[in-house]
């Protein structure tokens, strides 16, 4: 009996990361093409969400919300999810991101590592944000430099204490900014930038 019990729990282990990942992709599919119906149904009563580290009681998480969704949707973000690892009760991956803002940066896609957290009942119950160090921070120094010496009031409104605000009017703001540095530069127009992907 005992030679059994090691496979049946083997068994029982491999179905259960099976699980998991088979919900995460679900989840990650309803959310992208804008079911939030189906995805809430997948979510615990109170989700919660971190970024970079799962510190304190996290922020609430709402579907097609939250402070960074008008920012992603002006910038026309777009997600690839790499493969799915479990670990414990939660499923995490590599996911590559492109947007406009990177485009115009000449960054190229940037990763970051996903986690979703699951609770007893197999529902996700939060979720992890954090940034992958990247060898590729394209033009953003230079877009940086000529920002603060050309334009420091749109500058400093736009990255108040140097980090990007998402909240407001600053997308479409930061976009023609780097319009305007893209063109001081001598640098193509964003259609041709697009082209070169």
């Not at 001081?184 to 070169?196: I, M, Q």
């Given at each position: ?10 068994l ?50 709402t ?58 009942d ?25 920002a ?17 605000d ?7 703001r ?6 305007r ?17």
């Open positions: 009996m005992r030679r059994l019990a090691i496979p049946m729990v083997l029982f282990a491999c179905r259960t990361q099976d699980d998991l990942v088979h919900r995460a992709s679900a989840f990650w599919e309803a959310r992208e093409a804008g079911d939030f119906d189906r995805a809430r149904s997948m979510q615990s009563d109170d989700p919660r969400t971190w970024w970079e580290r799962r510190e304190g009681p996290g922020e609430p998480w579907l097609g919300a939250g402070r960074w969704k008008p920012w992603d949707a002006h910038f026309r973000g777009t997600s690839t999810p790499g493969p799915w690892r479990v670990d414990g009760n939660s499923v995490t991956s590599l996911v590559d991101e492109i947007n406009d803002y990177y485009r115009l940066t000449e960054r190229g896609s940037q990763p970051y590592h996903l986690t979703y957290y699951f609770d007893a197999g529902r996700i119950s939060g979720e992890l944000v954090a940034s992958v160090p990247s060898n590729s921070s394209g033009k953003e120094k230079e877009f940086q430099a000529w603060k010496a050309n334009e420091p009031d749109e500058y400093a409104y736009l990255r108040p204490e140097g980090r990007i998402p909240s407001d009017d600053r997308a479409p930061t976009r023609a900014l780097l319009e540095w893209r063109k001081a530069a001598g640098r193509p127009a964003l259609l041709e930038v697009r082209s070169a992907d």
